[in-house]
C-alpha cells in the first residue's frame, strides 16, 4: 500500500501517537530512510519542515529531537527503527553507530517473525487447496457411484456440507417441454 506503519511505540510518557499510524512512504522520516538506507538525524523537531503530519504530532507529544536508522537484514530492508527524545540535543556518532547495530538485530528478528507469518499463510493456503481437491474427488467418487438423480443429489449435497456448511439444498432443473423449472431434489439435514 506504499506506507509505513507504526508497529510499536514506547515512550517515557502518555503519548497521542498510537501503534497502528500510517503515513505515505514520501511523507514519514521512516519511509526516506527505508528509501536511502541513510541514517536521518532531526536535531530540532521546531525547525524541521519535511514530513508535516508527523512532524506536528510529534511536537504536539513534545518530541524535540530524533534520529532514524535503517532496519536491514542481508537479504533486504525491512523498515526503519527511531529514537526520540524530549530535549533539544545532537546524536554523537558514537550513539548513531550502536543504534544501528541494535538496528541491525531487531532486523533479523522482525525478518524472521515475517518470514513464519508468510510460512503459515502459505500452510493454510495449501491445506485449503488440498481439502478442495479432496472434496472434489469426493464429488466425483459420488457422480460415478451414483447413478440415480435423488441419490446423486443426496450425495453431492453430503459432499458440500462438509466445507459449505448449510441445513437444506436443492436441485432445480429447467425443462423445455413445459418451460418451467422442476424440484427434482431436496436434502436436508437430520438435526
Known amino acids: 500500500r506504499n506506507v509505513m506503519r507504526l508497529w510499536l511505540l514506547v515512550t517515557s510518557k502518555p503519548s497521542t501517537i498510537l501503534p497502528g499510524l500510517e503515513?505515505?512512504?514520501?511523507?514519514?522520516?521512516?519511509?526516506?530512510?527505508?528509501?536511502?538506507?541513510?541514517?536521518?538525524?532531526?536535531?530540532?523537531?521546531?525547525q524541521e519542515n519535511r514530513f508535516p503530519k508527523l512532524i506536528s504530532l510529534l511536537c504536539q507529544n513534545g518530541v524535540r529531537s530524533f534520529c532514524v536508522v535503517p532496519l536491514t537484514t542481508a537479504?533486504?530492508?525491512?523498515?526503519?527503527m527511531g529514537f526520540g527524545t524530549l530535549q533539544k540535543r545532537v546524536y554523537q556518532e558514537a550513539e548513531l553507530a550502536f543504534m544501528r547495530q541494535v538496528a541491525k538485530q531487531v532486523a533479523v528478528a522482525v525478518d524472521n517473525v515475517l518470514h513464519d507469518e508468510s510460512?503459515?499463510?502459505?500452510?493454510?493456503?495449501?491445506?485449503?487447496?488440498?481439502?478442495?481437491?479432496?472434496?472434489?474427488?469426493?464429488?466425483?467418487?459420488?457422480?460415478?457411484?451414483?447413478?440415480?438423480?435423488d441419490d446423486l443429489f443426496t450425495a453431492v449435497s453430503a459432499c458440500l456440507r462438509k466445507v459449505i456448511k448449510h441445513?437444506?439444498?436443492?436441485?432445480?432443473?429447467?425443462?423445455?417441454?413445459?418451460?418451467?423449472?422442476r424440484v427434482h431434489g431436496l436434502d436436508f439435514t437430520k438435526n
Open 75 to 80: 537479504l533486504r530492508p525491512v523498515g526503519a
Open 119 to 149: 510460512a503459515q499463510l502459505a500452510q493454510q493456503q495449501l491445506k485449503h487447496e488440498r481439502d478442495r481437491q479432496q472434496l472434489l474427488l469426493e464429488v466425483n467418487n459420488a457422480v460415478v457411484s451414483n447413478l440415480e438423480l
Open 23 to 46: 503515513l505515505p512512504i514520501d511523507e514519514s522520516p521512516g519511509g526516506l530512510v527505508w528509501k536511502t538506507q541513510e541514517s536521518l538525524i532531526v536535531e530540532d523537531t521546531e
Open 167 to 181: 441445513d437444506g439444498s436443492s436441485l432445480v432443473l429447467y425443462e423445455p417441454e413445459t418451460r418451467r423449472y
